[in-house]
């Protein structure tokens, strides 16, 4: 509706609300709080071990017991919950690490959940950190070269998810965008007693060059090829928008936008078409440019992290997943 429907200058001056900080605090229309906050963290075997990740700054590998020491530290800050990803010891053509009981992350599971009772632990379902060859379903050669081929990955997806649960993960994340993963995933945990455990879906996740230093991170580059077949063309909305709806006809309870900054406009049209809980997952690259711009004197850092947010915020996102999440949650409550 037009500003001219409420009142026209000099009646109506917008610039009153603007006069004092007090002022802007009290008719901010998006508030960006700690408890939507969630910290990715990347574990692997281990003991005593902080890797650091060159185009990262501040964002490690950790052993457990490290990783431990790094999620009480932001839960203390406020931070509610942790999404995890395992950089296994070896790996293998059929990603058995993804499924193990012992894999490195269904052990940090555990060890979170019984000394950080209140912590929500998310897990990410994937295959590609634990594939020899780096793709997130299985792969076949073939004449015309490699196939990553869709449905025969969904079970081991699944099995995937369910030992994740099973370790007592509070939330199964499925990231690797094969066709049908969401449902088969939801049935396999119905099946194993697990229909408590809600998924949050990678619904829209695009091919996007803001992932490069997340395989850093990850160990998790592929070995050939790309991953194009499988995620999103950056091009495309419409399209985006139908595998959300698909996500959560097979029964995703919450749905993610990835990446965050480049797709606003997804993130408000999911959150407005929709209404389901929508994260947005403000993704390497976008963190490791500011502290790379920061760190030349070029930009405040702590201003332009709070300004990239809440626009994520205002677009619509409920939760939004950053590696500067201590830091943000500490900034929200006045400390640096």
Same mark, same amino acid.
């Given at each position: 509706?037009?500003?001219l429907a409420f009142g026209q200058f000099p009646s109506y001056r917008p610039r009153r609300l603007r006069r004092t900080a007090a002022l802007r605090r009290l008719v901010a229309e998006t508030r960006l709080?700690? #408890?939507q906050l969630v910290l990715p963290l990347f574990v692997r075997p281990g003991r005593k071990l902080r890797r650091e990740v060159k185009a990262m700054p501040d964002v490690y590998q950790l052993s457990p017991d490290q990783l431990l020491m790094e999620a009480t530290a932001a839960h203390q800050a406020g931070v509610p919950a942790v999404l995890l990803f395992g950089i296994p010891t070896q790996k293998d053509t059929r990603a058995s690490g993804a499924y193990a009981r012992r894999g490195i992350v269904q052990e940090t599971v555990r060890l979170l959940k019984r000394e950080i009772p209140s912590l929500l632990v998310i897990t990410d379902v994937c295959l590609c950190e634990y594939m020899a060859h780096g793709h997130c379903g @299985?792969?076949?050669q073939g004449p015309g070269g490699a196939q990553i081929l869709n449905d025969p990955s969904l079970a081991l997806l699944a099995r995937t998810a369910v030992s994740h649960a099973e370790a007592?993960?509070? @939330?199964v994340a499925p990231s690797d965008m094969m066709d049908g993963r969401v449902q088969a995933i939801r049935a396999k945990l119905d099946a194993e007693g697990f229909a408590d455990t809600p998924i949050l879906s990678y619904a829209a996740k695009f091919a996007?060059?803001?992932y490069g230093p997340f395989r850093e991170a990850a160990e998790s580059a592929p070995k050939f090829g790309d991953r194009r077949s499988y995620q999103m063309d950056n091009a495309n909305? #419409? #399209?985006?928008?139908r595998e959300v709806a698909l996500d959560l006809q097979e029964g995703a309870d919450m749905v993610m936008v990835k990446p965050a900054l480049p797709c606003l406009d997804l993130i408000y049209r999911v959150k407005t078409q929709f209404g389901y809980p929508t994260a947005a997952y403000s993704v390497s690259a976008e963190y490791a440019m500011v502290k790379a711009a920061a760190a030349k004197g070029w930009i405040d850092e702590k201003a332009?992290?709070?300004e990239a947010l809440q626009a994520i915020r205002r677009a619509g996102a409920d939760i939004i997943i950053t590696y500067a999440a201590k830091q943000v949650a500490q900034w929200l409550r006045g400390q640096g």
């Open positions: 509706m037009s500003a709080h700690a #408890e @299985i792969v076949r007592g993960a509070d @939330i996007s060059a803001f909305a #419409e #399209e985006a928008l332009v992290t709070l």
